[in-house]
């Protein structure tokens, strides 16, 4: 069963073609990959599936519905999550308060029932903190709640993002380039991570250029070039895939790589 379906997903910034006609399709479990050279139109995807950009054609399909014209929010309530490629954690404020953040639209007390303390109020937000303690505790994060996010390593930050982006159980986590900037070790226990997300019943989407660790931990893989698709199937396929050799070393390198 397929979780996430793009249908000739396009987007135009003036003259430019960001994003050109991607058929996009990830099963319902596992770490799909998306990857490409820089500027292959990678994060506007990532843009678009979440809600924060519009296509200009195409069509988006999750868990079965179009939610092509939905708001970012309203696919947050259905399930869609997602981190981002720089950071973007609330540095003043606590790790529980950071994860708390990442829930805030799957609440549904009003206003006033928020100001006076209402029953139902304190019902939401007893389950908001045990579930973001529950997120914490997945990322090893868990004994370091009550500290200031700014004073987190790079590698922490990293991994408080992806706490308030599960904290809601989402279906479909998509994370933007999780790997970037972490040393050999931090990534090892990102990999670990992504694998427990996964066994916790989460779908993975993720943009990465460390090759050497999207193709240890994905099941499929999607490669885009100019913006557009060039392959789709298993890791060991795209790495012997001529139009992905090219893709990332030129056509000369291609060429010689294909000579007997």
Known sequence: MSLLVTRGLTRRYAGL????????????????????????????????????VPPSAGRIEFAGSDITSLS?????????????????????MTLLENVLTGLHPLLTASLLGTVLRLPRFRREERNAVARARAALALVGLQAREGERAGGLSYG?????????AVAGAPRLLLLDEPAAGMNPAETVALAALIRRIVVSGATVLLVEHD??????????????????????????????????????????????????
């Open 156 to 164: 922490d930050q990293r991994r408080l993002e992806i706490a308030r």
């Open 17 to 52: 073609v960001a994003v050109d006609g991607v058929d996009l399709t990830v099963p319902d479990g596992g770490v799909h990959a998306v990857i490409g050279p820089n500027g292959a139109g990678k994060t506007t995807l990532f843009n678009m599936i979440s809600g924060l």
């Open 211 to 260: 090759m050497r660790f999207v193709m240890r931990l994905s099941d499929s893989v999607t490669v885009l070039n100019f913006g557009r698709r060039i392959f789709a199937g298993p890791p060991a396929a795209a790495r012997a895939d001529a139009g992905v050799i090219e893709a990332y070393l030129g056509a000369k390198v291609a060429a010689r790589l294909a000579l007997p």
């Open 72 to 92: 970012a929010d309203r696919r947050a309530r259905l399930g869609v999550a997602r981190t981002f490629q720089n950071i973007r954690i609330f540095g003043a």
